[in-house]
């Protein structure tokens, strides 16, 4: 029996080539065949809000209510574009958006432990290893681009975060820069070297393809090797394609200023992030066709400080979101990208006039934000009692994200599945999610 | 409570009850009746059955019956107590529940008694032992969760408990489920198989091939041919030691270079990474959540250790219970005593997640002991029980926290956290006494220096002297206590204490010296030949680390849901061999190696039935290894100390701390979020949970690092130096290459290929480089890196 087994092909797979297309090859080792719903979407960016942010004076707006002063919004609120949409005046420029977006008002978490949240929230897990949100997306659609990973992630903070964990590593996400790094100088490891002109190490390549097809020829069916030579060509033209989407030179001045990109507001916990450029990089790799990309700015743990690092924080990811927006929106790839914005969980509120200025964490009650493919535009979903502390009605758990976000995608969550270990696995995890039918558009 | 092995009492009451009581041994769900909670880890029920009716009564004896209830108590539970319990308990707490909390039921009256996984919620007459009397009163369980009932209302309820409970509600009819079930395969005791009797009897040449044959021959399946000497060797070289052989002579008799190889010190280097592999080894805590990732500066003591306990051949259950309860061994000498006490590193080099706004730090880190002795040791996913009782294995939640308890008992000791408070407190660390005096290295001194702490650390908790030699590990604390049960794994909601002991599955038993933590029985228990899984699991690892492919193909589940193994009689085989050889792991690695089945021709793919030998990829650090061995840079040498000694830092405030090494790669700084980039490549565990099985897949990432990572180019240019010392015709030069890396001769066609190489790139390369001597070295070491890059170098066959 030299039939491969399908574990063994999608090892050997030079990339996350589509899922679909591997179930004819061989046997039914990983057990699910997703059955493929109506896709709305075909790929997803994900603006990782690290630290929680505040959705009190951000999105879910709570005014005084009743003689006394309760925990609530400090930051002004207006109704927003034709939908009236609450957004913060901390964010003028999303705002702008307001129509395009879908809210979440009752986002709620497991714990309000940082890692373990953070972790929850992309892989569907706390406390376990499980592959990444994204590594599930490339696994059930593949990629687009045979030049580039199906899944790539920066400022990363863990790896346990874009790991493929128990799915083949080919889907894991490929980091680029790590939290702390300067992102102008984040790169693929390795993707470039100029020892050698691009001539020599083409000749040098086929060197070593020679070799390694006589040790194959010596060793024959070993599909393994043979996906090492595929390996090999990818890697090659990646150190082309990749460099090429990370470099800004070519955009226009306005651009970069839309984007602000390379400006910086650090202040206490909010970190120099050079956000601008995530942005605007999430917009190049999403054209040319990665799947998921996820983009990191934190921090919004505003323990001290909440005021001052608040609005940091904001001014930091405002601007550039926005143009973002406008951009997927220009080139009509809002219709078929999801862009998802939240965090681990979010804030307790503070009382307007009262002097403390330190928030904590809160994970029953929270925002994210959904806009693009398929979801309702200008749209407020669920919504949280008077201080914003717990929820009233259209709770949404991190299981019921992953599920929508599949579903949206046209992947079922129920069956988008591996066994490992004899557990079966599947992003929202044993208890299952609930797709929030309430969103799609 | 429900879903646990040990033996169960249980007593079928009717409407009121009778006292007919039965005990059974049982694994599934309980019926839903009257059982007191009462948790046996007798093995024998039938004795201890006066003692249960007496503790019965003692329970229930006070509670109401609906017959012998008064006209006040009915009304008092209708109006105050319903009420209460349908509006606030019911949504989690009944059978209309989506998600049962806690595995507790509160619509009907012998549940309340029986209780969920926290124990009996009631206590007839007994309010203040009654769970859900502390519960309502938020006294260590806080219930209802979203805010405390009025003080009415509880004492409504302590009034209610007071009068005996009474509750008028009709019981929820009775389903009886007997699934009776053969016990786990791996928790039967380890037998001891003869080898079968097979067709082909020529063919076997060790005891362990009958096993593989027999299997073969019922499958009408051929071994199929030995493999070629040489490859071989190749083999048995990469298997033991990490390294390609040291020549290319002819391997004359193989048990004395399986000999020669068992006894190099390189043995220890390659043997002792696999078990940090278990152990989660790093030298960094890596991000605690809050982005920090402070030192581990002693954590390399640990690792030295482990290399010389597999280079001495240190038996596995001495090994094993050194690690656990060394602190608590005696020792002949201060050398001993140091060891020993460096040893129990293993219970805290753990990744923790930040103390900040985090209630449950402390159970964490007991979280990740009882992972590293689960899933390392014992081969079960204890962990999950952490949370509920285990949905597959047989490990109820009351297991997990008499393991914890033992744990909670015991100091760990991670040493400072980079003094940063957020992250975890500082602890003391071992202090050790006939180990030498060690500084910081001067390495590192300029980037620490160019980098101070954006957060000025604390001041140093505990002090030693600068060169003091020190380890982390553990030591029983001051207070030894149990560790009450925390529902669904918050350390907030609190049951009853539980206590101290080991899993009731596998023999189970108490801590008996309840002055000690209980880790010295622990790893008794462990490392005894009663213990059905520590020998299995480990003999596993062994073969799994020898053939690429376990007999149980999950290492660390040995489980229900793990996969029966197709050779359990070889597993047992061997480990019933392993514990007679007295734990030698040298002698186990040795009778496998020279078994036909070890040294049968490779191919690709699976090894199932194991009818031929897995052709693999080198793990990460033999990579490494094998480039600076073919360069001839590979400095041989042990190295002394780690980059990171005595030097308190957050790594995630610093750039990059790695620096060049020629040192194996079982040396390099093993910092969590921050691998050596050398290794990082090619699949390298991030060290949090214990791996059990390094992933090879082939990725892009891969490619691009042979093709452009910094360390390899500088090996292509030390390996064209290398070739230049050599005659200078290229023919002699390109052979001498392929033995370097290859360890075997270049082939015509492979010295064509070459020469046709070296005068192509020279061509392309004249118009950028002119100098002469300069273009020669890139043009070799083109060619070298071309070499080095190739499969052939990567997988052993």
């Known amino acids: 029996m030299n039939a491969l087994s399908r574990r063994q092909m999608l090892h050997t797979a030079s990339c996350g080539f589509g899922y679909l297309a591997m179930t004819g090859l061989a046997g039914a080792s990983l057990t699910a065949k997703p059955p493929r719903l109506r896709a709305r979407a075909q790929r997803v960016i994900f603006l990782n809000m690290a630290g929680g942010p505040a959705q009190l004076d951000t999105f879910d707006y709570k005014p005084q209510v009743g003689k006394k002063p309760h925990a609530g919004s400090i930051a002004e609120f207006k109704r927003r574009g034709e939908s009236g949409l609450w957004v913060s005046e901390l964010l003028p420029n999303i705002a702008r958006h307001a129509d395009k977006l879908c809210v979440l008002n009752a986002m709620t978490a497991d714990t309000s432990i940082h890692a373990q949240s953070m972790l929850q929230l992309h892989t569907g897990d706390r406390l376990r290893p499980c592959p990444s949100m994204g590594s599930w997306v490339a696994y059930g659609l593949g990629t687009e681009n045979m030049n580039l990973p199906g899944f790539i992630s920066f400022n990363t903070a863990k790896p346990a975060e874009y790991s493929a964990a128990q799915l083949p590593s080919v889907f894991g996400g490929t980091p680029i820069g790590v939290n702390g790094e300067d992102m102008s100088k984040a790169t693929i490891s390795n993707i470039f070297s100029d020892h050698l002109p691009m001539r020599v190490k083409r000749r040098q390549l086929d060197l070593v393809q020679a070799m390694n097809h006589d040790h194959l020829s010596l060793r024959a069916d070993d599909a393994q090797l043979e996906g090492v030579i595929q390996t090999m060509e990818l890697g090659f033209r990646m150190q082309a394609a990749a460099p090429a989407l990370l470099d800004l030179s070519q955009e226009s001045k306005a651009t970069l200023e839309r984007y602000r990109v390379g400006k910086n507001f650090a202040a206490g916990t909010c970190k120099a992030s050079d956000f601008g450029r995530q942005c605007l990089l999430a917009r190049r790799f999403c054209e040319a066709g990665v799947r998921f990309i996820e983009i990191t700015h934190g921090s919004w743990d505003q323990h001290t400080d909440h005021r001052r690092d608040l609005t940091a924080n904001c001014a930091t990811t405002d601007a550039p979101i926005a143009a973002l927006l406008d951009d997927l929106d220009e080139r009509g790839l809002l219709d078929d990208t999801l862009v998802v914005w939240g965090g681990e969980f979010g804030r307790p509120g503070l009382t307007p006039g009262a002097d403390k200025d330190q928030t904590g964490h809160q994970h029953r009650a929270f925002t994210f934000w959904i806009a693009g493919g398929g979801v309702k535009a200008g749209h407020t979903h669920g919504s949280t009692n008077e201080d914003g502390s717990t929820v009233v009605e259209g709770a949404v758990h991190f299981r019921d994200l992953h599920a929508t976000i599949l579903h949206l995608l046209g992947l079922d969550h129920e069956n988008l599945a591996v066994v490992s270990g004899g557990r079966r696995i599947r992003l929202t995890g044993l208890q299952g999610g609930k797709v929030v039918k309430e969103i799609l558009a | ?797």
């Open chain 2, 1 to 797: 409570m429900r879903g646990g092995w040990a033996a169960r009492l249980l007593c079928f009451d009717g409407a009121a009850f009778q006292g007919r009581i039965l005990v059974q041994m049982q694994e599934t769900h309980v019926p839903r009746t009257l059982v007191p909670t009462l948790m046996h880890r007798s093995s024998s029920p039938a004795t201890s059955l006066p003692h249960i009716v007496s503790l019965f009564w003692l329970l229930v004896g006070l509670s109401v019956n609906a017959a012998d209830m008064t006209v006040e108590q009915r009304s008092f539970f209708e109006s105050k107590i319903r009420p209460v319990l349908v509006k606030q308990c019911y949504e989690c707490h009944s059978q209309e529940a989506k998600k049962l909390g806690g595995k507790l039921l509160l619509d009907a009256p012998s549940e309340m008694i029986v209780g969920g996984e926290s124990g009996p919620s009631l206590i007839a007459g007994k309010p203040d032992d009654s769970l859900i009397v502390q519960a309502v009163r938020y006294d260590g369980l806080e219930m209802p969760p979203k805010k405390r009932l009025p003080d009415h209302v509880v004492n409504d309820f302590v009034e209610w408990v007071k009068m005996g409970a009474p509750d008028p509600r009709a019981d929820l009819p009775k389903t009886v489920k007997k699934t009776p079930q053969e016990p786990l395969w791996s928790l039967k005791p380890i037998s001891d198989p003869k080898p079968p009797k097979v067709q082909n009897s020529a063919w076997p040449s060790k005891s362990l091939d009958a096993f593989i044959l027999a299997k073969l021959e019922q499958k009408n399946l051929q071994p199929t041919h030995d493999a070629e000497k040489a490859l071989l060797k190749r083999r048995l070289s990469f298997d033991l030691i990490g390294l390609p052989p040291s020549d290319t002579s002819d391997m004359s008799d193989t048990s004395d270079y399986v000999d020669l190889l068992l006894n190099s010190p390189h043995f220890g280097e390659k043997w002792g990474r696999h078990w940090l592999d278990v152990a989660r080894y790093a030298e960094s805590n890596g991000n605690d959540g809050l982005s920090r990732n402070p030192s581990f500066p002693h954590a390399w003591r640990y690792r030295d250790y482990v290399i010389r306990a597999f280079n001495e051949d240190l038996p596995y259950d001495r090994f094993i219970t050194e690690q656990i309860a060394g602190d608590l061994l005696p020792a002949d000498s201060p050398t001993q005593r140091d060891r020993q006490l460096i040893a129990t590193g293993l219970l805290a080099l753990g990744a923790k997640p930040a103390k900040a706004m985090n209630e449950n730090f402390e159970m964490d880190v007991i979280a990740d002991q009882i992972n590293v002795i689960g899933s390392g040791l014992l081969g079960l996913s204890v962990g999950c029980a952490r949370c509920h009782d285990h949905k597959t294995d047989p490990i109820p939640t009351r297991d997990y926290y008499a393991l914890a308890g033992i744990f909670r008992s015991t100091e760990t000791m991670w040493g400072a956290a980079a003094m940063q408070s957020l992250t975890a407190p500082q602890t003391p660390l071992h202090e050790l006494q006939a180990a030498t005096e060690v500084m910081p290295r001067s390495e590192l001194e300029p980037i620490i220096k160019a980098n101070p702490p954006h957060r000025p650390p604390a001041k140093p908790a505990f002090k030693y002297a600068s060169d003091a030699p020190l380890a982390m590990g553990v030591r029983d604390a001051k207070k030894i206590e149990d560790c009450k049960l925390n529902i669904d794994g918050e350390s907030k909601k609190l049951g009853a204490p539980i206590p101290r002991g080991f899993l009731s599955a596998c023999g189970g038993g108490t801590v008996t010296d309840l002055k000690q933590s209980g880790r010295l029985e622990l790893a008794k228990w462990l490392a005894s030949p009663q213990n059905p899984l520590t020998a299995r699991v480990f003999v596993n690892r062994v073969w799994l680390q020898l053939f690429g492919e376990g007999l149980v193909t999950t290492p660390n589940d040995f489980g229900l849901s793990s996969e029966r193994p197709t050779h359990l009689e070889l597993l047992d085989h061997l480990a019933t061999r392993f514990m007679r050889e007295d734990w030698s792991i040298k002698k186990l690695i040795r009778s496998i190696v020279l078994s036909r089945t070890y040294q049968m021709a490779s191919r690709s793919g699976s090894a199932t039935m194991f009818s031929h030998h897995l052709r693999r990829r080198l793990d990460a650090e033999t990579i490494r290894d094998t480039m600076l061995f073919a360069t001839g840079d590979l400095n041989p040498q042990p190295a002394i100390g780690s980059l990171i000694q005595h030097r308190d830092v957050l790594i995630n405030e610093l750039p990059s701390l790695h620096q060049p090494s020629s040192q194996r790669s079982v040396y390099l700084l093993m910092l969590r979020n921050s691998m050596p980039p050398e290794l990082t490549p090619f699949n390298l565990p991030d060290a949090t949970t214990v791996m059990d099985q390094r992933d090879t897949a082939a990725l892009a990432t891969q490619s691009l690092y042979l093709l452009n990572n910094a360390f390899v180019i500088e090996q292509s240019r030390r390996f064209a130096k290398r070739l230049f010392q050599t005659p200078a015709e290229f023919e002699k030069r390109i052979a001498q290459a392929y033995r370097h890396a290859l360890g075997r001769d270049a082939t015509a066609a492979e010295l064509q290929r070459g020469l046709d190489f070296l005068r192509e790139a020279d061509a392309m390369l004249v118009s950028t480089q002119t100098d002469h001597p300069r273009r020669e070295l890139d043009t070799w070491a083109a060619f070298c890196q071309a070499l080095l890059a190739s499969n052939e170098l990567r997988y052993v066959d």
